[in-house]
């Protein structure tokens, strides 16, 4: 049986993304790697609620030697109980908001979309 455990977003600035996303989502930091992929060197961190691999987790990684990607080439999906505060954590952290909350009363949700101070996308979920 395979299932899904985590997702790596590539970055070109490590500590900023690492900051964004722990302030932003309340992830811890875990672990951080320094290793090779191939011949390329990189250095992860790995970000989690609960440990560094499943549900939830998420590891930055950047290729040291190389340019990172352009950005919205993944987009990551948050849920939370409150949109509009992690709106705000956002904004304040050097993210910006996309698109603003829009209600999807036949979804039962509320969905907004915010860039990262990189430029990645996350969409973002509240059920109603």
């Known amino acids: 049986m395979t ?7 590539v970055v070109g600035d490590l500590e900023k993304m690492t900051a964004f996303y722990t302030n932003v989502f309340g992830l811890k930091q875990f672990d951080r ?10 250095d992860e961190i790995m970000l989690g609620r609960d440990s560094a691999f499943g ?3 998420l590891v930055l990684l ?3 030697e190389l340019a990172p990607p352009r950005p919205g080439s993944a987009i990551l999906g948050f ?6 505060a992690l709106l705000d ?21 509320r969905v ?14 509240q059920t109603l």
């Open 3 to 9: 299932t899904f455990g985590f997702t790596k977003l």
């Open 33 to 42: 790697v320094r290793a090779d992929v191939g011949i390329d060197p990189i």
């Open 55 to 57: 549900p939830g987790s």
């Open 62 to 64: 950047r290729f040291t």
């Open 79 to 84: 849920i939370t109980d409150d949109l509009s």
């Open 89 to 109: 954590r956002i904004v304040a952290n050097g993210g910006r908001v996309h698109a603003a909350i829009k209600d999807i009363p036949e979804m039962k949700v």
């Open 112 to 125: 907004a979309f915010a860039k990262d101070p990189e430029g990645n996308l996350a969409e973002l979920v």
